[in-house]
Every structure is written in C-alpha cells, then in structure tokens.
C-alpha cells in the first residue's frame, strides 16, 4: 500500500488557505509538471495539476475561500475538489488522488507520474 | 441479596462457561462485558485485566474532576460489588505483557498466567507525545487517567515559585486540551494552550467557530496561541521550566499538559501477530485476524476508521455482544456528532463541514448572542452541522442527517431551527415574518419594532437601505437583515427596490458600511468583521477577502497584522506574475533617477538570473522580467545590496512618482521638479491603497511627466504649484480636475498627503481615484480638505499610517520571512535518467 503512494511530508508545511508545489520532472516520454498541493481554511488538503484549464495560470497562486481556488490570471474559480471550472466558464484540471495519514500528506504515486507515463523502469 | 459468587472459588456451573478474558478495565471493555452479561449472564467466566489500579470509571467525566465539579467516586461506572455480583475476576494494576496465540493466555506483569478461549482486547488509545527534548522531564504528563488528574492537582495546588500563580502550559487546543486548561484555569493556575494549527479544534470547528471559541477563552483569562510549534521542554533539576516555541518564545511552566491527540493502542496485538493497520483490524463483529480474539473500543480500525468518541464505542460493543451470544448483527461503522461545552461555551459539530461540490452552506451569526450557526446541505439532504454558542438544534441536524431526510420543504427556514422550520406554513420565512405581531422586535442592535419598520415602508421606503437609512432597523450588524427583506416584501410585494450593490454575495452590506462598521465597532481582524457582520459564507471569498484585509490595515495602522492568504498574488509574492507563471521585477528609482550602481546590480541580476528580458516602463523604470518564484529573495538580496527597495509595481499601493528634469537642466523649468517628484516618492512609498495610485510632478506646464493623467498630479508654474487629481490614462482616459493651487514645495507635500490619506479612508477597493472622484464629486473632495485643519489631520494620519508602512518587503523577504512562499515541497524525479534528460 505504501508503495501506491508518494509521501510529500507534514502537513505542517502548508500554510492553511495557501497552497505549494511539487515540480515532477519529466523523463522520456513525459513531461516536466507541477502539481499544487492545498491547504484550505477548512483544514482540508487536495492537490490538483498547477494549470488552469484558461490560461495556464499557476492556480497554487491564487486566493483559495471554501474549497475554491480564484486562479491569479484571469478570476477562473476551480474547485479543489473536482478540478472543474465554476460558474459560467468550463474546464477542468486533472486532479491528485491525496490522503494525510498521521500528520503526513500522500498523493497517489501514479498520479502524480501522470498518465500516459511509461510504467516505472526497474 | 445472595452473598456475592467468588468465581474463583468456581461454582458448579462456571466449570462448563467459556473462559473470556478482557484486556483493558476501561469504558469499552467494561461496556462490552456489560452487554454480553445482559444478553446470556451464564455463558462466560470473565476475567478482566485493568493497568490502573482502580474500579472502572468514566474516563470523559475526568474533566470535571479536574474542575472541581465532580469527586471520582461520582464518575464510577461499575464499584467492586458489580464484579463481585457477576462473578468477573478483576486483576487490577497489573498490566498485560504478552498475548501468546499459540496457548491461548496471556502473560501479566507479575508473571500472572491466564488462559482463555474468547480474548477481548480493549486497550484504548494512548496519549500521543510529541518527540521534542525535554518530554519525560518530571511535570510533564498527559490528560489520560486520574493518576494524570492528580498530578496537575498537586501542581495546581503547590503554586508557581515564590508563592506566585502556578503556570501551566497546555500544548493541544483540540477537545482534550481545552478541558485540561479550563480545569487548571478553575484550580487557579495562569494558563497558556498553544495549538500547532491556525484554529481550536479545527477538527470539530471550521475557522469562524474556532476564532470565536479563541476569543471567548481569551476573554476568560487563559492565553491562547495558535500556529505556534512546541521546540522544546525547557527543565530545570530534572522539573519542567518552561516552553520554547519555534519562533523563539519561552513560557514559564510548572506543569505542562501534553494533549495534542491519540493512538490506538496496539503494541499488545502487534507484537501477538494479530493484523494491525492504524488500529487493530476488525469485521463487522468486531474480529480481529484470530477468530479467537476480538477488539473493541478506540483501539480498532472498523472499515478504516478509528473512533476516539463513545458513541461509536457503545455500538461497537452491542455488535460484539450479539456476535458472541450467536445472534450476530453486524457494526455498520458510527456517523458520529460533538456536542459539548468547552469552559461553558457549547459548541456542537456532526458530519461533514469541510464543504465541496454541489454542497451549499447555510450560514447564521449573531453576533450580540455570540452565535454561529453553519448547516451544510448537499442535495437537499443535511450533510454536516457546526453550532457555536446555541446548541439546542444540535440534536435535530444531526437527526435529519443520520436519517438522510430531504429538506427541500424546510430549506428556507432550516438554520433558524427545529421550532421554526417545523411550523408548517412558517417554514416561508415571509409567512413567518407577517405572522408577527406589530411590537415585536425586529432590530435589537436598534430596538426597532416591526410596526416601526412597516411604517417606515409604507412612507416610501422601498429598499434595503431606505429602511437602513430611515429607521435604523438592520443599520448596525445586519442580523436582522432577513427580517427586513422579508417585511419589504410582505409589504411591497414585487415594488421591493434593489439597494445599492453589496459588497459581495457574502455580505448584505455596501463598501461604505462595511467600512465604517468596521471603525465603529472596533473590528480588528477578518473573521471579527466576518463575525459581526453576519457574513453569510464562512471564509468569505476572492472578492471580500483582499478588500477587508486593505479596509483593516487602513483603519488600524501599526495593530492589525497583514493577512498573507487574503492578497492577490502579486502583493503576497512582491513581484508581478506574467501569463507564464513566472514573475516581473521593478525596484525603486526615486522620481524615475538612477546611478551607475543600481544600473549595474540590475544588468548583474538580469544575467545571473537569465532575466530573457529587460524593459523601461512607463512609470520611468526598469522592469525585469521572466523570474521564477523560487529567485525572487536571492533577486531581491542583490538588488538591496546595491541600496534597491522594492518598487511596488505589483501593489495597490503607491507605484511611482513621474519627474521631468525640471529648472536644474530644462531651460523652459520653472521649479525643481525632479527633486520634489523624489520629496513625494520618499513620503508615500510603500503605502497600501484602495487601488494603485501613480504620481507625477512636470517642471512647467508642457508637461512631459504627463501629470494630468496621474492619480495626483503637480504641474510646475512660475509663482508655485498646481495640485491635480483624479487622472488617468486606462481604458477611460480620464484628465485630472484641479484641486488647487500652493505656493510652496511643503503645501504641496503637506497636500499630497492629506489627499492619499481621504483616498485611502474612504473609497471602495480597487475604485482608482478617477471613479471615485466621478462618484463623491470634485467639491466633496474639496470640501472634506476645505474643513478647518483637515489638510494637517489628514497628512498626520497618513505620515502615522508611513512609519509602518516604509519598511522593505523584499529586505524582509531575502531575509527569510514568508519563505515557504518561494520554496517547492519538493522535487519528484521518477524516471531514471530525467535528470539527463533536463541537463
């Protein structure tokens, strides 16, 4: 079970209503992204790819009310939770499988590789 | 009554009972046992195994015996007699060593052997301690059984040094600590929580309850610090002294209370082999991987979950004993609720109030009750609750949640209660507003009747705010703004007025009320104003948040500390984001000058951080762009060094001040421009404003510093200055009116200053001057700065506000401040060879 998921460290590292990122380095085949790891004031954690389906903004920039990121290009709300697009535009992010387990946050490690992905090399 | 059966005596049916062995004389195991006994009394012969030498008690009532409320025989569940009626053996202070499978027995610590056929581990939990130094020094415990209560008793009672007040440390402000301070605090010592995360309780509470919660402590005496992080147990001859925090604050202690959670004891059954994840695993019947050993209580993890509550622990219990006495039922799991009074505050939490999609949230506050009422629904069925200081509905939401019912019918009146959205046709709250008779109140902040309020609408009062303004009802904290709307509507029906725009969907107030709500009331911190004027959303939202952070830190200057979370991000980050994520970089040159020095720090940055570009403003700067967050302090740490501050190009603030070259070199200069563009850039820099304010001052009236489309605006004449206002050249290009006209260098300071200062108290965030001039009217402008000494009042405000403000962020920020802003978690490399492929 450990296996399946990536441990990224305490939860104390992100700062309630903020949210930080994790660069995954791409190899062949995949490429370089982010993921953006939140916090929000409701003491919940979910991770979603750094990218608003818009523009690309950095959404782990944004001011994050609720479970609701305001990406900081252009005022797109997304929801943490589903990744989608809220109000009257549409689109969605992929978002990370995330669980905190005894103070420590766990993203879902083939998530985060990201599909598409070749399957791990020995 | 039969003299009491001595079991171990053996009577002549217990030869043929099965034997049952209990580890754990707790509340789980004692109940467990309790249940088995009423279903089938002759099935088992039951020993039980409790550490604590003592009967079995109550272990949530130890709070009131900290308190003082109760004594501990109060708190028994079960005296000697019930386990010499039922003929249980109870082997009490000796604890349990070893379970050995293979013989089935266990090993006591006193080498006791007993055997069973049916083993029950109920262990509980244990105190989790947090792995700092200084954590086994004497004084230091956990609030777990009595012998812990004792120990903070005789703290309590010894005193601190001197024959001054003891002082007690709690660390943990969930559930268990906030008892353990608020019986220190009646024992009389001088107490101190400090909790890791920014909110009390915040499993039970969301952030508005658990701000009220901290305030309502603090007024009780005790001091509360939130996102503090325990370093070390200070000690002293082996005795606690004292706490240091992460930050470098030492408390003084006598005793120290560890209570920042539990774990499911589990060590017995690890070690025996039995299946443990984070507590031992069990089915549905409470049967661990050895189908002859079973586990019950906060020690299980029962479909993943682990309880640390006692209902979930009584269902639990019922589950086993209907297995065990063959009529199995089977433990479905608990949806479990919190309802308690912490210090006397109730506070009631049940299901899901994390929020999400497709989930809507009913939020009630008042604030002159100190209430908070937050119900969350999700397809029209309650989903979770959280109440602060009114309770009573508790029960009701945590019923219509458990049964799942549909609330579509009660939703408009669902937050005001079971009395009220029971009431058939009260459930309409217009209904239920006009089935109240003409004196009943309907303001109280006022104490405006509803025949007042009707008056007041049927003489042409047909908005929100024409009542607001006519007789006050809902004019103060809006509690009562439903009431209103509904008597608008009952009155008016459709003729009912939209008022002006609110300032967001969270909130029934304007800018403008918010505003001087917030200086009237004193209101000091965003979930104060959230608070007391009944937001409607829990943590308000992008709208709200920036604008009460800006309103805050201009009402209070100096006391209100910046909320990092609620800026946009080019204010948090000091640097502006471009369409790539990375960021742009502008620090200051006085009035537009610069040196060989600043040039060369800044073409050094440009290549030491592969700036791709390097652009002159048009504010007569140089802006570097294509940064990455991550450079942004080590950018800044050079660019201070060579005497750089930050430019503010990123903020709602004060970005940059215009200059021509004015009467030191232009022949057509009639005043020295450039030195008062840099007179007024050191006075105003680094001042928050409603929106960004640009500045220029041009040494005679062809104008080349284009003052006349400046926020404020000085345009050099032979006999002094003219002093424009409300320019800009946007999207509306807008020419400045003219404000007046000075003589001296001095008035024209003294004048930019008062001007910034009535712009910044009292236009709505993010309305640049120009809107708002257009919406107040030149002559109100004129007129405020026309009252005797209000140029100088104004002026001396903003000079007082400056001396907080001029501080660099970026020195503060290369400094390490607000690191985390800047720094990845981490970086995830997993294929081989990625490294390569990014080299």
Request: net charge negative; proline share 4%; with cysteine.
């Amino acid at each position: 079970m450990i296996g399946n998921w990536l441990d990224i460290g305490p939860v104390t590292q992100i700062e309630p209503g903020t949210a930080r990122t994790l660069p995954v380095i791409g190899g062949p085949g995949a490429e370089t992204r982010e993921i953006a790891v939140f916090h929000t004031m409701r003491n919940e954690f979910f991770a979603l790819l750094n990218r608003c389906p818009h523009k690309q903004g950095p959404l782990s920039q944004g001011i994050v009310h609720g479970d609701v990121v305001t990406c900081p290009l252009h005022n797109w709300n997304i929801s943490l939770r589903s990744g989608k697009a809220l109000g009257d535009d549409e689109g969605c992010v992929p978002t990370i499988p995330l669980k905190v387990d005894a103070g420590r946050i766990y993203l879902l490690r083939s998530a985060v590789i990201g599909e598409g992905a070749p399957a791990e090399a020995a | 009554m039969n003299a009491p059966m001595n079991f171990e005596k053996g009577t002549p049916a217990g030869q043929d009972r099965e034997r049952l062995v209990v580890i754990g004389n707790g509340m789980a195991g004692c109940r467990a046992v309790e249940e088995i006994l009423a279903r089938d009394p002759e099935r088992f012969a039951v020993t039980i195994f409790g550490a604590e030498p003592r009967v079995n008690y109550n272990r949530i009532m130890l709070s009131p015996v900290l308190a003082g409320e109760k004594t501990f025989e109060e708190i028994v569940i079960n005296g000697q007699e019930w386990y010499d009626e039922n003929g249980i053996t109870l082997v009490s202070g000796d604890k349990v060593e070893s379970i050995d499978r293979e013989h089935k027995r266990v090993i006591a610590a006193s080498g006791r052997v007993e055997p069973y056929d049916r083993l029950l581990i109920a262990t509980g939990s244990d105190p989790f301690i947090i792995p700092v130094p200084g954590k086994d020094l004497g004084g230091v415990v956990t609030f777990r059984d009595l012998d812990d209560v004792d120990k903070m008793l005789e703290a309590a009672g010894k005193g601190g040094p001197n024959g001054e007040q003891g002082r007690a440390v709690v660390i943990g402000g969930g559930l268990l600590g906030l008892e353990a301070a608020h019986g220190l605090s009646l024992r009389g010592m001088k107490v101190t929580v400090i909790h890791l995360m920014p909110t009390l309780m915040e499993r039970q509470l969301d952030e508005a309850a658990g701000w009220l919660l901290k305030t309502e402590l603090e007024r009780r005496g005790q001091t509360v610090l939130t996102g503090a992080n325990t370093k070390e147990i200070v000690g002293r001859d082996g005795m606690v002294a004292g706490v240091r925090l992460e930050d470098g604050t030492e408390l003084p202690a006598d005793i120290v209370v560890m209570a920042v959670g539990i774990r499911p004891a589990t060590v017995l059954a690890r070690e025996a082999g039995v299946e443990v994840e984070r507590g031992i695993m069990v089915d549905d019947h409470m049967v661990t991987s050895d189908p002859a050993i079973l586990a019950v209580g906060e020690c299980v993890q029962h479909r993943g979950m682990c309880y640390g509550l006692v209902a979930p622990l009584w269902d639990m219990c019922r589950a086993l004993a209907d297995f065990v006495t063959e009529a199995p039922s089977g433990y479905q799991g608990s949806v479990t609720s919190t309802k308690l009074k912490v210090s006397g505050i109730d506070v009631f939490s049940a299901g899901d109030f994390s929020g999400g999609e497709g989930c809507e949230d009913i939020v009630m506050r008042d604030a002159s009750r100190g209430v908070y009422k937050r119900v969350i629904v999700k397809e029209s069925k309650v989903i979770g609750a959280v109440l602060y200081g009114d309770t009573a509905d508790g029960s009701w939401y945590f019923d219509l949640m458990k049964k799942g019912e549909d609330v579509s019918d009660i939703r408009e009146a669902l937050i005001f209660g079971q009395a009220f959205a029971s009431g058939g046709a009260l459930a309409d709250p217009n209904a239920a507003v006009a089935a109240l008779s003409d004196d009943a109140e309907i303001c109280g902040c006022n104490g405006v009747s509803k025949a007042t309020v009707v008056k007041t609408i049927l003489a042409g009062a047909c908005s929100l705010d024409a009542v607001r303004g006519s007789c006050k009802a809902s004019a103060s904290c809006g509690s009562c703004t439903g009431l209103v709307e509904s008597l608008l509507a009952v009155t008016l029906g459709g003729d009912v007025q939209s008022g002006p725009r609110t300032m967001c969907k969270c909130t029934s107030f304007t800018h403008d009320d918010v505003r001087r709500l917030i200086v009237e009331k004193r209101l000091k911190v965003i979930p104060e104003v959230m608070q007391e004027l009944h937001w409607t959303t829990p943590d308000g939202c992008a709208s709200c948040r920036p604008a009460l952070n800006y309103y805050l830190l201009c009402a209070w200057p100096g006391e209100y500390e910046d909320d990092q979370k609620s800026r946009f991000v080019n204010e948090r980050m000091h640097a502006n984001i471009q369409k790539d994520g990375t960021y742009s970089v502008v620090p200051r040159m006085w009035g537009g000058l610069t040196n060989p020095r600043e040039l060369r720090a800044i073409a050094d940055v440009v290549e030491k951080f592969n700036a791709p570009m390097v652009k002159v403003t048009g504010g007569q700067r140089l802006d570097i762009f294509g940064i990455k967050k991550e450079d942004l302090p080590a950018v800044w740490a050079d660019l201070n060094a060579a005497g750089m501050v930050s430019g503010h190009a990123y903020g709602k603030s004060l970005r940059t001040v215009k200059t021509c070259v004015g009467s030191e070199w232009c022949r057509f200069g009639t005043q020295d421009s450039t030195g008062l563009g840099v007179k007024i850039e050191r006075m105003t820099w680094g001042s928050w404003m409603p929106h960004k304010f640009k500045i220029a001052v041009s040494g005679c009236p062809r104008n080349c510093a284009e003052a006349t489309i400046k926020d404020f605006g000085v345009v050099c004449v032979d006999s002094g200055y003219e002093l424009h206002v409300g320019g800009n050249g946007g999207i509306k290009v807008r020419a400045t009116d003219l404000l007046g006209k000075v003589a001296t260098e001095e008035e024209a300071l003294e004048v930019c200053a008062a001007f910034i200062q009535l712009y910044r108290e009292e236009a709505h965030y993010l309305e640049r001057t120009a809107p708002w001039i257009e919406r107040v009217g030149l002559q109100y402008v004129k007129d405020r700065l026309a009252e005797e000494g209000a140029v100088q009042r104004y002026a001396a405000r903003f000079r007082y506000s400056q001396q907080f403000m001029q501080d660099d962020p970026w020195a503060r920020r290369a400094a390490g401040e607000h690191d985390k802003l800047h720094q990845h978690l981490a970086e995830f490399r997993p294929f081989p060879g990625s490294q390569m492929e990014n080299a």
